[in-house]
């Protein structure tokens, strides 16, 4: 039940390529460290439609987490926990890697958000945001995201290498699609008519031993043990 604190171990596994992402694609292609973060409703890290703060404009625009990580130490109780990857991935040596600590959760803290920039760029990430595991009361024991691609509305930059056009003032975080693409039409899928998610985040419950009867029974199998032992030492 959603009333029991719970762990998630999570993966990271790029989708963005080549060969589903045709147009311009850099030969340096990299995702910036992943980072997660378990929060209550109080808490925003980035929306659909909002202004990036400092901590994601820096993700998004250079990759560094310091600021966002600030941000989040800031919000205090209305965080549970956060969780990151320890590198950059870059997609010439491998495609998934797992994050360094588990997500933990618990009822007042049962949304989760997450971030990474999609490198290079110009202000280009990827991520989920305000995501409930949670069904019908219960903890999910596994869930999977594919997520797209989304601008921080701070540069304006149309190319993976286009040097730094600050936008000002900023606009609102928008995500990618075929109808919000720059003219150079990044991210268009091979056909020309959707954009393809760029990733997938994918997220299983450990084994929690809360079962108050599993408890109980390895307590009697301990407490034998030790009586065995001391028979034959006596």
Known sequence: PVGTPISFTCTFDSQWTAATHPIDYPSNAHWSPMFMASHNKDYSMWDSGAKATAGV???AE?????TLRSEVAQAGDSIGSSTSVSGALFLSNDSTTDFTESLEMDEDHSLITSISMIAPSPDWFTGFYD?????????LSSFSIETYAWDAGTDSGITYSSSNQATSPKDNIFQLTPESLPSSKVFLSPDELTVKPVARWSCIMKKEVNNAEEFYSRTKICIMSIFVSLFMLS
Not at 62 to 66: E, H, I, N, P, W
Not at 131 to 139: A, R, T
């Open 57 to 59: 404009q820096s993700v």
């Open 131 to 139: 995501f409930s595991p949670v069904e019908d009361g219960m903890w």
């Open 62 to 66: 250079t990759g560094s987490l310091s």
